[in-house]
């Protein structure tokens, strides 16, 4: 899918929470060989956000981040995305918050998307086809989640808290990126799930690579790639979505890519899987350090199941916005260990019985 009109990136931000619990600690307490985890997962540890934080409020401050780097005004964000499985509310839309906060609109498009972790660039797509029919000049997509695994479920290693913002709008030179294309692949496959009603998510462990990760990313890269005549080589930076850190050098593997242009983006050993805002995550950390005339390939996946894949091409413009906020290395350093406890504390997993209030 290439848009008539050119679009590019005017702005990306991000935000993490500083607590980290290492998956050491969640073995501890299960009573798990963390060496074992940590190999399998090649994941460390995770974020976690704090008591005060919430899908909303993370994604109200990678929003500041992508508006201060954008040098536009918020009241000429014409349209506004989240995509998150954690709102706040289960009938009330985050999107009109966040909004709000930002100081977007009130004549602007605002809506919640889901499509587990695909939701931040499944807004980004609806983003990127409001700017290219002149519908809107800006528009900001935003993938911010909270952790969402059941005590002592794999999933609890990690499910982590985070959030990305992205505006796009007509495309220049003066940008950050421009799009060359994009590609979606969807399917019905039952790999992850939450019922209504259900606290914790459900995964099907035999789906989770094959058929559901693995198809989805790989099928999409390599169609996206062969519409837009482009080979692994031709990229400069890839980021495939993150369930954590071993799917994705497998991916890149089985596509042909080096492990190299990995590099930058991969997050996951050290925040864990942000969910709507896992790839779009790693894509900022990329804009983070890119280069004028590098191309980078971003593909995301979510569960249920689906991916978008997307080319860009970095700008001149992108080394007078990159300083005007703060970098992802920036929040990954501030980091502020915590045990299982406080990590139940903070993400409401102690219930309180005997009639207290």
Request: aromatic content about 10%; proline content about 6%.
């Amino acid at each position: 899918m290439k848009p008539r009109s050119a679009v590019s990136i005017y702005g990306w931000g991000s935000y993490i929470p500083p607590y980290r619990l290492t998956v050491a600690e969640i073995s501890r307490v299960w009573g798990r060989d963390p060496v074992q985890y940590e190999e399998e997962l090649n994941v460390k540890e995770k974020a976690v956000a704090g008591p005060d934080e919430d899908s909303a409020t993370m994604a109200v401050e990678a929003g500041r981040n992508a508006l201060n780097r954008s040098g536009i005004s918020p009241k000429e964000i014409g349209a506004l995305y989240v995509g998150t499985e954690s709102p706040p509310y289960a009938v009330k839309p985050t999107a009109t918050t966040v909004a709000e906060a930002l100081g977007v609109g009130p004549f602007s498009v605002a809506a919640d998307l889901e499509f587990a972790c695909k939701a931040g660039t499944e807004g980004l797509q609806a983003s990127i086809a409001l700017v290219a029919s002149g519908m809107i000049r800006y528009g900001m997509a935003i993938g911010s989640d909270t952790a969402q695994g059941g005590p002592g479920d794999h999933l609890e290693y990690t499910a982590a808290s985070g959030a990305t913002a992205i505006i796009v709008g007509p495309g220049s030179k003066e940008a950050a990126a421009t799009l060359e294309g994009s590609i979606s692949f969807v399917s019905d496959t039952p790999d992850f799930w939450r019922r209504y009603g259900a606290r914790y998510p459900s995964h099907g462990e035999g789906f989770t690579g094959e058929p559901a990760y693995f198809k989805h990313v790989e099928g999409a890269t390599r169609a996206l790639m062969e519409e837009l005549g482009l080979k692994p080589s031709d990229f400069d930076y890839v980021v495939f979505h993150q369930p954590n850190g071993r799917f994705p050098l497998t991916a890149a593997r089985d596509l042909g890519f080096s492990p190299s242009a990995l590099k930058a983006g991969l997050l996951s050993p050290v925040i864990g899987n942000t969910y709507a805002a896992a790839s779009i995550t790693g894509f900022s950390a990329v804009l983070d350090v890119a280069r004028a005339g590098q191309r980078i390939l971003v593909t995301s996946f979510g569960s249920g199941a689906g991916s978008d894949s997307f080319s860009f091409v970095v700008e001149e413009g992108i080394e007078a916005r990159r300083d005007k906020a703060k970098r992802v290395m920036d929040y990954l350093s501030r980091r502020v260990e915590i045990d299982y406890a406080l990590y139940l504390k903070f993400r409401g997993g102690i219930r309180l019985g005997g009639g207290a209030k």
